[in-house]
């Protein structure tokens, strides 16, 4: 996900520093950078005579020190609270006063995390969707610690970049994330209790509601522990029964099996046959 965001970022012609917590894995994100273009170039949606301009706007770093003079911060990492709370600590020591801090969190209390910091009001929500490059939506999610001014600038910067920015009170999944994983959820219900195959439920799905991809497919996508958090903290919120995880759901990401990120979730992707 971060490294979609940068390359939108770096597409709409701002100048971009990709922070990861290793040499490597920052250098893996550059390379994984240039072949998202390559694809877009490959397909016709990007000219090729962009690809240098845009990689020439773009550098990674593992040291966080050298976000201090960036305008914004849009933080994606792993969706767990006190891990973002302390990254956003640590953020708002290094970082200029002006610097507008932002979580890519998709259902956690933004609030919180802008709490962990000395600049509650310049800290917010700036909820993309995977594939970051592709998909219009941008979630900007008003903590009451938020300023208008600030809600109104990033709002600016999402659609600068392209994206169709709505804004959203925070609260648990926001406005898509609330109304899509108790779907989600309930396919694996269904599978669970042998109404219907993988395949037929994917199937239904897209040939019944237009779906460019079933239930089962999306959860690889996710990845099967995101989405595991994501309904625990929906359900930890609301205790609706839609939002309980269930148990085949929790029994797969223990056994690691998390999507496409381990090769094997609902479906197998070491088959070349897999269902994308």
Do not use: W
């Not at 990861?20 to 894995?25: G, I, K, V």
């Not at 996710?222 to 995880?245: Q, R």
């Amino acid at each position: 996900m971060g490294a979609g965001i940068a390359e939108c970022l770096a597409i709409s012609g701002y100048e971009v520093v990709v922070r990861s917590r290793s040499p490597q894995t920052a250098e893996a994100l550059l390379a994984g950078l240039e072949k998202s273009i390559d694809k877009q170039i490959a397909k016709g949606s990007l000219e090729s005579s962009r690809k240098e301009e845009i990689l020439s706007r773009c550098s990674a770093t593992c040291d966080l020190a050298e976000l201090s003079e960036v305008d914004i911060v849009i933080e994606s990492v792993i969706e767990e609270l006190e891990t973002k709370r302390h990254l956003f600590n640590e953020l708002d020591r290094v970082c200029g006063d002006q610097t507008i801090l932002a979580t890519n969190t998709s259902t956690l209390p933004v609030v919180e995390i802008a709490m962990a910091t000395g600049r509650p009001e310049r800290v917010c929500g700036m909820h993309f969707f995977n594939p970051a490059v592709r998909m219009p939506l941008v979630e900007i999610v008003r903590p009451i610690t938020a300023s208008d001014a600030i809600i109104e600038e990033v709002k600016n910067f999402a659609e600068s970049c392209g994206k169709t920015p709505v804004v959203v009170p925070d609260r648990a999944g926001f406005i898509v994330n609330a109304l899509l994983f108790p779907y989600l959820n309930n396919a694996v219900r269904l599978l669970e209790q042998g109404v219907a195959t993988r395949d037929d439920i994917d199937l239904a799905m897209k040939g019944g509601c237009g779906f460019p991809m079933g239930p089962f497919a999306l959860l690889d996508l996710i990845g099967l522990d995101t989405s595991l958090a994501i309904l625990d903290t929906l359900y930890n919120e609301y205790k609706d029964p839609n939002y309980s995880p269930a148990p085949l759901l929790r029994r797969m990401v223990a056994a690691e099996m998390l999507g496409r990120k381990t090769h094997k979730g609902f479906y197998d992707y070491h088959d070349s046959h897999a269902r994308s």
